[in-house]
Every structure is written in C-alpha cells, then in structure tokens.
C-alpha cells in the first residue's frame, strides 16, 4: 500500500498542472542539481591521492591475496602472473597450466564442461594477455600458445552447454559429444575485441582475427582474417612475421 502511495504522489508530481506539483518538481530537480563549487587545485590534488590510494590498495591485495589464490587452483607454479583488478571466475572441474608472464583480467570466465569421460584441460603459454569479460568454456583441451593477445569480449567455445536437440535441451540434457572440441591458438596469434572461436577450431602461428569476427574453421599461419563467418582477408607480409 505504501509503495502504491509513493509512486502515486510522484506520478502526481510530475502530470498534475497544481502550483503545488509544480512547486514539488521545481524543487527535486534543484535538488538534484546541487553540486559542490569548483575548487581546482583542491580537487586535483584530491583526485590524485585517490589514485594512488586505489592503486596501492588493488597492488596489495594482488600480491598478497588473489594472485597466491589463482596460483592454488593451477597445476603448476608460473612466475610473474599478474592480476588486472581480482581473481578470474573459475567454474567446474577442469586441469589449469599456465606459462610466465600470463596477465589476466579479473573479468574473465574459465569454465570447465561438467560431463565427459576425461577431465578437460587449459593450457596457456608464456607472455599471454587474457582481457576483460573473456569466456573460455573448455570442453576437452584448450590450448593458448606463447604471446597470444586476446582482447577484451573475446569467447571460445569448447562446448556450448546444451544439446541442439530442442526437446533434450527442454529435459535439461546436457550436450553431446559431437557437440565438444578442442581449440587451439598457435603463438603470436591475435583475438581483436569480441572475436568468437567455436569448437574443433586451431588458428595458426601469427594470425590476426579481426573484432567481432567468428571463426567456425581452421585459419592459416600469418593472415588477417575476418566475417561472421571468419575468412581469411589477406596475407601478413614476411617482415611482419618477425615482430610478432
């Protein structure tokens, strides 16, 4: 009855023509609009020392907190692991290794697929950049070469969690083995923002994927590719092969 009130008198407010909706109006929309004044050097100097307060605080608590609980849940010890922001979700019974130099975001899903007769596996090389809101859904291996770069949005799909089947999928049964595969990116290889890699899929050495693009098929060694669904656009030239 009380919210039914309060969202009459502020329906009120805002139709009636009465001085007094009007007057009621007036004033929340000065409300609402009260700032604090201008004071440059104070609020400069006060922007940052919270930057230096956040900073510090997210350093701290990356070193002595969420990178010691990431590295408790892998298969091995990686050195110099770091840690954008918290610890990534970690979701089901799956084996993780993981090279040196690995920086992953806080933002990331890893998930591992619930049902299957081996116990699915991650494996990500050395000096590898896993970015904001990135899925990696493994269904039997996943497999993420040395100096692989994965923008943010990214998602790779080993296993899609349900079957095509719309009745099954109805009973809640979980998908079928036809439907799981293993992914593979090959070192120096580049996922640009919200690239899709669907199962069954290996991207060769040096290939660039351009943003939104899905890739349902093999990619060579050294192209760009693009599309929905991914298709190679271009050869990278030679010379490009020895900066990546």
């Given at each position: ?83 954008y922001g918290g ?145 190679v656009v271009k ?10």
């Amino acid at each position: 009855m009380n919210t039914f009130n309060i969202n009459h008198a502020k329906q009120w407010a805002k139709t009636s023509d009465s001085f007094l909706a009007q007057l009621i109006k007036t004033l929340w929309f000065k409300i609402k609009a009260i700032e604090m004044p201008n004071i440059p050097f104070v609020f400069k100097l006060l922007y940052y020392v919270h930057l230096i307060i956040k900073h510090v605080i997210a350093d701290i608590l990356r070193i002595i907190y969420y990178t010691p609980l990431l590295k408790s849940r892998l298969k091995n010890n990686p050195k110099q692991l770091y840690l954008y922001g918290g610890l990534p979700v970690i979701i089901g019974s799956l084996d993780i290794v993981m090279g040196d130099k690995v920086r992953l975001a806080a933002m990331t899903t890893i998930s591992g697929r619930a049902v299957g007769q081996c116990i699915p596996q991650l494996i990500i090389g050395d000096n590898v950049d896993i970015n904001w809101r990135t899925s990696i859904s493994v269904g039997k291996t996943i497999t993420i070469g040395n100096n692989v770069r994965m923008a943010g949005d990214c998602y790779l799909a080993g296993y899609p969690g349900h079957p095509v089947n719309a009745k099954l999928r109805a009973l809640g049964k979980p998908d079928e083995e036809a439907q799981v595969g293993d992914i593979t990116l090959e070192d120096d290889v580049w996922l640009a923002t919200g690239v899709k890699v669907m199962s069954g899929v290996t991207i060769g050495r040096g290939t660039i994927v351009a943003a939104g693009s899905v890739v349902t098929k093999d990619l060579p060694s050294f192209v760009l590719a693009a599309g929905v669904p991914a298709k190679v656009v271009k050869k990278i030239e030679d010379e490009s092969h020895e900066c990546l």
